[in-house]
């Protein structure tokens, strides 16, 4: 099976911390995403990279970066984190360079920012 | 712009069949999938239509219709378990061979008994 492992569950940090969230994947996907899901809004693409180093913005990139080293291997990371950042990220990967294909899901990040 | 539109909740009684809509404006279409989501739990894939019809897979059958802009997503014998919330994603065109996908608000279905 796929597994789509996501470093923490749960988060809280403060105003202006800076956050690192990891998420690795262990079935050699090419791409990769990072989502965010708050209620009302459904899940919103912030960042995805489809080979090692490459990254793309998605619809909401502002107050985020990503880092890709490794194939496994895609972190989302707020520089200064603030309130509005308070959410549950998830984490996906999928088959083919580029173009998505099926989706699977890590176990998502609620990150609280007080 | 990109829009998916889905009702919000609905609810159905167990052996009953539902229907959840999605309608779709989007730029550029490559594709419709359909994720069922329990609560606290991640998303998790239940259909794929790339072409018009009826995809049937068990208990559960999307349909797509590319000119209408619309998919629905049918659940049949319904089941306690099948309360979750369902979520259309739309796969749109970045750029030569580069796609996403566009995920619409969700539709949370609560089965009574």
């Known amino acids: 099976d796929v597994k789509v492992t996501q470093s923490s569950r749960y988060l809280v940090k403060r105003t202006g911390e800076k956050v690192f969230l990891e998420c690795v994947q262990d079935m050699d996907h090419e791409n990769m995403f990072w989502y965010r899901q708050d209620p009302g809004l459904g899940l919103r693409l912030i960042y995805f990279?489809?080979?090692?180093?490459?990254?793309e913005k998605g619809d909401i990139p502002e107050g985020y970066s990503v880092s890709r080293e490794k194939k496994e291997r895609f972190s989302l990371i707020l520089e200064s984190a603030s309130t509005n950042q308070t959410s549950m990220y998830l984490c996906a990967s999928s088959l083919g360079t580029g173009r998505t294909g099926e989706l699977f899901f890590g176990e998502g990040s609620r990150l609280t920012v007080l | 712009g990109q829009n998916i539109d889905q009702p919000t909740e609905m609810t159905a009684t167990e052996g009953a069949i539902v229907q959840i809509n999605c309608t779709y404006q989007?730029?550029?279409?490559?594709?419709l999938f359909w994720y069922q989501q329990h609560a606290g739990e991640a998303p998790t894939f239940l259909s794929y239509?790339?072409?018009?019809g009826l995809e049937e897979k068990g208990r559960f059958s999307s349909f797509l219709s590319r000119s209408k802009g619309y998919s629905y997503l049918l659940l049949k014998e319904l089941q306690m378990k099948d309360s979750a919330s369902y979520l259309c994603a739309v796969r749109v065109p970045v750029r030569y061979n580069t796609d996403k996908l566009i995920f619409g608000t969700g539709t949370r279905l609560q089965v009574f008994p």
């Open positions: 990279s489809y080979d090692v180093k490459m990254k």
């Open positions: 989007t730029s550029g279409f490559n594709g």
């Open positions: 239509n790339v072409l018009d």
